[in-house]
T-cell receptor, first 115, second 113 residues
């Protein structure tokens, strides 16, 4: 069964450094998403991406964040200058369409630790 | 604004007994409702969804959920729990016109042998 994959599984970085989290969505999916889950808190939406453009973003997704689909398979989240509070589990997801009832399929997550 | 409430941090049930994990929601338009399960060190796994139609929806692993519009609830149920059902369960809602899923805080289900 096709699945969303994410690399790395765990990333440790120093405050102020740039990080890039990578995702390979399911191959025939057209909509891509990033969510994060700070330890002990709920899963929060960051951004959705379609046709090489951001289609929706939350207030968390400020200028420090960017997303890109550099080729036909990868979808990346970049944090330009990491802060301690960026430490979280980051989940990538994808869906075939953006229709309200279309489920999103999630990857296993990347645990980001900012020291 | 969309929101989801899962009032129970943890639900304990004995194997073989029925289980219910509660979820209530708030949206401005028509809700699209989802349940996801998270096993340790794994991502969120889709269980089932409600879009429209029959209020009782069936999903993976014998789970089902009942949509109740008047009570704005979407409780997850299973007639007979298994120890392997022990995991973290998330309810999520998507409002009309939005792409984002809004999640509840999660409910840990512990099924004892």
């Amino acid at each position: 069964e096709p699945e969303v994959t994410q690399t790395p599984s765990h990333q440790v970085t120093q405050m102020g450094q740039e990080v890039i989290l990578r995702c390979v969505p399911i191959s025939n999916h057209l909509y891509f998403y990033w969510y994060r889950q700070i330890l002990g808190q709920k899963v929060e939406f960051l951004v959705s991406f379609y046709n090489n453009e951001i289609s929706e973003k939350s207030e968390i997704f400020d200028d420090q964040f960017s997303v890109e689909r550099p080729d036909g398979s990868n979808f990346t989240l970049k944090i330009r200058s990491t802060k301690l509070e960026d430490s979280a589990m980051y989940f990538c997801a994808s869906s075939q369409t953006s229709g309200g009832g279309n489920e999103q399929f999630f990857g296993p997550g990347t645990r980001l630790t900012v020291l | 604004a969309q929101s989801v409430a899962q009032p129970e941090d943890q639900v304990n049930v004995a194997e073989g007994n029925p289980l219910t994990v509660k979820c209530t929601y708030s949206v401005s338009g028509n809700p699209y409702l989802f349940w996801y399960v998270q096993y340790p060190n794994r991502g969120l796994q889709f269980l089932l969804k409600y879009i429209t139609g029959d209020n009782l929806v069936k999903g993976s692993y014998g789970f089902e959920a009942e949509f109740n519009k008047s009570q704005t609830s979407f409780h997850l149920k299973k007639p007979s729990a298994l120890v392997s059902d022990s995991a973290l369960y998330f309810c999520a809602v998507r409002d009309t016109g939005f792409q984002k899923l809004v999640f509840g805080t999660g409910t840990r289900l512990l099924v004892s042998p």
